[in-house]
């Protein structure tokens, strides 16, 4: 009876696996695109909510600069290269040293969180960041909604990555897709919404849908597996067998004795997760490698590629700078059904390459034009996407199954890591600049 029964929902999931592999790769798209949605639009919502609080104070603000302040102001409006009192990596700081510590220590605890129970966790603290800098009255109130974007983006990053071992593979570029489409979205809709006129609190105000969408695509559009641990933590409630979870992973919905015999989950220890992370640094270590290259441009030397003689200002350079590199990360996490590249560390050295191109340009400018820098920019984002989908692909299909839930989850450190280097490494790179 037991066998007939299992049977009947492999074959039910044979017959279906078509439409529910487009729920699911969809679901999956939607998911990464609202992940990702408050952590993009934070950076440039709080900028404006902060603007505005600034006006109202600057006479006590200026007079509360110590002195190295004061040199770096003076500094900065004598630079050749147009700088920013202070460097954009402070910002980038606030946004990823959250998103750093969840990353760090929660995955060594989450298998005791349901899946339902994180994704409302992820939607309360999205919606939280939305209410909180729209309604901000201070500083430190924008502060506390960039973190609580921060640590949504985070904790809905290793959750949703863990989440795709219960799931087709091609699942996963669903995900890197949805991630890469939130940078594009996220910018152009609320630079359109605040350019027709909507301030930046109503702006924030009808981002709540973005929320609300995620609880829809996780609850209503995803067709989870039989047995899946939605309201009991994954250790208790795992009775799909490794075999048969594999066969999910691969497509492979056929009879029990077609794609291999059942075996029992077995839960993972400390000692086993520390081994784990071990074996992972193959993966992590090109992966922050790429990240860190691509946030010491972006958050260290884009800012300061500057063409006085061009007809695009130096904001609306940047601004440009910014769009092309999310577009290129896009196109990069959307190519995971055409293209794998196994070779990690040739897209880390390319980066690394893209930085010190850069660099050198910065200093000694050799590029004449900003129609140079466009396509290096470009190209930036395709390897940082590249990097990132195919990590995780490589991740999903080289590890063991019982292992793979906590890999998935545990890998994800590795962008952070690089993301918070590169901004630690912006700042005295923007001063030596700036004070030239």
């Not at 302040?69 to 990596?89: F, G, I, Q």
């Not at 809905?156 to 570029?173: A, I, M, Q």
């Not at 039989?226 to 497509?251: A, N």
């Not at 910065?362 to 396509?375: D, G, K, N, Q, T």
Request: net charge neutral; hydrophobic share 45%.
């Amino acid at each position: 009876m037991e066998r007939s029964v299992n049977s009947d929902v492999i074959q039910e999931i044979h017959t279906t696996s078509p439409c529910r592999q487009w729920r699911n790769w969809v679901g999956f798209w939607l998911l990464g695109l609202c992940n990702n949605f408050a952590y993009v639009v934070m950076l440039s919502a709080a900028q404006d909510i902060l603007q505005k609080q600034q006006s109202h104070n600057a006479t006590v603000c200026n007079s509360s600069l110590s002195t190295l302040e004061r040199e770096d102001v003076k500094a900065a409006n004598s630079s050749r290269y147009d700088c920013n009192p202070v460097s954009t990596a402070a910002v980038l700081l606030a946004d990823i040293l959250p998103t750093l510590l969840i990353k760090l220590s929660v995955p060594l605890l989450i298998h005791k969180v349901p899946y339902g129970v994180r994704v409302l966790l992820c939607v309360v603290m999205a919606a939280g960041s939305f209410l909180i800098v729209s309604f901000s009255s201070g500083v430190w109130m924008s502060l506390v909604g960039v973190i609580f974007a921060s640590a949504s983006s985070g904790f809905g990053e290793l959750s949703f990555l863990s989440l795709t071992v219960f799931y087709s593979r091609d699942v996963l570029g669903g995900w890197g897709s949805g991630t890469g489409g939130a940078g594009v979205a996220g910018a152009l809709l609320y630079a359109g919404l605040t350019q027709v006129g909507l301030s930046p609190q109503r702006t924030l105000l009808i981002m709540l849908t973005v929320p609300c969408a995620m609880l829809i695509s996780y609850f209503f559009l995803l067709v989870p597996p039989p047995s899946f641990p939605q309201w009991k933590h994954g250790e208790m409630d795992v009775t799909v067998g490794s075999d048969e979870r594999q066969r999910l992973m691969d497509g492979c919905y056929q009879e029990q004795e077609a794609c291999g015999q059942e075996s029992r989950y077995v839960p993972l220890t400390l000692a086993d997760k520390f081994h784990i992370i071990k074996d992972l640094m193959p993966f992590i270590c090109p992966l922050g490698l790429v990240y860190y290259a691509e946030y010491f441009i972006n958050q260290g030397l884009m800012e300061l590629l500057y063409f006085p003689e061009f007809f695009l200002s130096h904001a609306e350079q940047y601004r440009w700078y910014q769009t092309l590199y999310q577009v290129g990360v896009f196109v990069s996490r959307s190519s995971l059904c055409c293209v794998k590249i196994r070779k990690l560390w040739g897209l880390a050295g390319l980066q690394v390459v893209n930085a010190l191109l850069l660099l050198l340009a910065v200093r000694y400018h050799f590029l004449p034009s900003a129609w140079l820098v466009f396509p290096i920019i470009f190209y930036e984002g395709l390897l940082g996407g590249t990097a990132y989908v195919n990590t995780f692909y490589f991740i999903s299909k080289e590890t063991e199954d019982r292992q793979r839930e906590f890999a998935m989850a545990a890998a994800s450190v590795g962008d952070s890591v690089g993301i918070a280097l590169a901004g630690v490494t912006a700042f005295p790179v923007h001063r030596y600049f700036c004070s030239l």
